[in-house]
T-cell receptor, first 113, second 112 residues
Framework: GAGVSQSPSNKVTEKGKDVELRCDPISGHTALYWYRQSLGQGLEFLIYFQGNSAPDKSGLPSDRFSAERTGGSVSTLTIQRTQQEDSAVYLC???????????FGPGTRLTVL | AQTVTQSQPEMSVQEAETVTLSCTYDTSESDYYLFWYKQPPSRQMILVIRQEAYKQQNATENRFSVNFQKAAKSFSLKISDSQLGDAAMYFCASQGAQKLVFGQGTRLTINP
């Protein structure tokens, strides 16, 4: 079956603009995760969904970041009023069980000018 | 809280030789899992090997094996018969309460 997909692959935006990043998990996977990979901070957890609810959003760096998941499937990560420090690769992962292997998508590289 | 430390930012090895990547971790979870992920230039994170902390036996996957020392909180990865395709960033990670916590990564270079 298809793996985790993310779109867009690359996104360049201007400081102050809003961006939406999309993640399509593996069909049937109930758990979905967002991570951020940047040069200075390494790989950081952002948020975890179980179904459509987010029991752990402790990694969201500010209130400019939000995420939702609909139908227990697709998830969207929204960054409002982007800043240059938001430039990073945003990785999405899914799992059929919160304690099992997470399968990663190819990521979205966000560049804020 | 969980922390993962990889003390080797870069490693290199001759093709066909063996290399060991180091990882130490700290966790307050009683039940947890440890992973090694590989990230080639394509950015795709690929699971290399997984270890359940309650298992004493070290996990192996073909040329990849781990040395899991629970008391020392150490989880090293051994790659035998290194191949050019093994060149990548390698991340050690722990998983307790669902989320993965990653180390800073080790960039592995394979010399032909």
């Amino acid at each position: 079956g298809a793996g985790v997909s993310q779109s867009p692959s690359n996104k360049v935006t201007e400081k102050g603009k809003d961006v939406e990043l999309r993640c399509d998990p593996i069909s049937g996977h109930t758990a979905l995760y967002w991570y951020r990979q940047s040069l200075g901070q390494g790989l950081e957890f952002l948020i975890y969904f179980q179904g459509n609810s987010a029991p752990d959003k402790s990694g969201l760096p500010s209130d400019r970041f939000s995420a939702e998941r609909t139908g227990g499937s697709v998830s969207t990560l929204t960054i409002q009023r982007t800043q240059q420090e938001d430039s990073a690769v945003y990785l999405c992962a899914s799992s059929n069980n919160p304690y099992n292997e997470q399968f990663f998508g190819p990521g979205t590289r966000l560049t804020v000018l | 809280a969980q922390t993962v430390t990889q003390s080797q930012p870069e490693m290199s090895v001759q093709e066909a030789e063996t290399v060991t990547l180091s990882c130490t971790y700290d966790t307050s979870e009683s039940d947890y899992y440890l992973f090694w992920y590989k990230q080639p230039p394509s950015r795709q994170m690929i699971l290399v090997i997984r270890q359940e902390a309650y298992k004493q036996q070290n996990a192996t996957e073909n040329r990849f094996s781990v040395n899991f020392q629970k008391a020392a909180k150490s989880f090293s990865l051994k790659i035998s018969d290194s191949q050019l395709g093994d060149a990548a960033m390698y991340f050690c990670a722990s998983q307790g309460a669902q989320k993965l916590v990653f180390g800073q990564g080790t960039r592995l270079t394979i010399n032909p």
